[in-house]
């Protein structure tokens, strides 16, 4: 008679015992047609095991991946079937649950969002895994500033906005590749950027203008040689600046055609006296935007005065 069966260890077992594990009086005796053994009245019962399969098994049966965490592009489709890996044994019946609902071997992924699979083989051993999709929108944009004005003696600042972690390259016509530049000439510029899904442009104008809100002079400086204040020094004025001092006489005690905040209030090499002393500061100023622009500028003046204490 031949026996087939099969037997799972939960761990502790040394042995397997086949045999008739009945009383003899409730055992049936049929004669086997082998010798008698000497020592027993019945005849000898003989068991032949013949190609057993033995599975050996660990925590981890087996296991069920899905693609890493991924980056679609607008109108991509992800097809998504996890790998199976790890189990060995025959006549394995497989099902699946998916987080969208369904129970077939792959699903088609159109959405962003976080997806999950549990996988039962055998109605007995499970394995899952998860991914992460995002989608890339259709509608990226550089958002440059249609204008950038600036300061004469300054630098525009001309910056793309988006988050540049979703940038991959960056190109200005003024040959630089990062995600901002700064310049001190009016005109036009533009960039172009690349997405990990398509390619974008952008432009602005930058405008240069005269800011005389900045342009700050002092009314006192001290010319005593501590290193504080020892100069008649203002800021705001585009170079080059020509400036010209006068005493409360109309005297002219100092005079410069490319003044650099240097003078230190002497006049022939000695220091003058303290008190109140006129300035005629004069600049040219050349408006980006004039209908009919002089190339050598404007002339701008500004007078005031000034103590020396």
């Not at 109605?123 to 950038?148: C, G, K, W």
């Not at 400036?243 to 000695?270: C, E, H, M, P």
Request: glycine share 6%; hydrophobic share 35%; with cysteine.
């Amino acid at each position: 008679m031949r026996v087939k069966g099969s037997f799972s260890a939960i761990g502790s077992e040394n042995f397997i015992n086949f045999g008739n594990f009945r009383s003899d009086a409730a055992t049936t005796i049929v004669a086997s047609g082998f010798s008698t053994d000497p020592w027993f009245i019945h005849n000898i019962t003989t068991y032949l095991i013949d190609a057993p399969l033995l599975c050996k098994c660990s925590d981890t049966l087996y296991t069920a991946t899905l693609p890493k965490d991924t980056l679609l592009c607008p109108g991509q489709q992800l097809v998504l079937q996890p790998e199976l890996q790890g189990f060995m044994l025959e006549d394995t019946t497989t099902t699946y649950m998916w987080s969208t609902g369904s129970t077939d071997s792959s699903i088609v992924i159109t959405q962003p969002g976080t997806y999950w699979v549990q996988t039962t083989i055998n109605s007995r051993f499970v394995a899952r895994d998860t991914i992460v999709v995002e989608y890339f929108p259709a509608n990226y944009a550089l958002n440059l500033p249609d204008t950038v004005t600036f300061c004469e003696g300054q630098k525009a600042t001309l910056q793309a906005n988006p988050d540049p972690m979703q940038l991959t390259a960056y190109l200005w016509n003024t040959g630089e590749t990062m995600t901002g530049i700064q310049t001190i000439y009016p005109g036009l510029y533009w960039l172009e950027a690349q997405t990990p899904c398509y390619n974008l442009a952008d432009s602005t104008w930058a405008v240069q203008d005269f800011c005389e809100s900045y342009l700050w002079i002092p009314n006192a400086f001290t010319p005593d040689g501590d290193g504080i204040n020892d100069y008649f020094e203002f800021k705001g004025a585009p170079e080059p600046v020509t400036l010209y001092i006068f005493d409360r006489w109309g005297q002219q005690v100092f005079y410069s055609n490319n003044y650099q905040n240097n003078w230190d209030g002497t006049f022939k090499g000695a220091y003058l006296p303290t008190g109140v002393y006129t300035y005629l500061i004069e600049y040219l100023y050349i408006n980006p935007q004039a209908t009919q622009q002089n190339p050598e500028g404007s002339k701008r003046q500004v007078r005031g005065t000034v103590s020396i204490l």
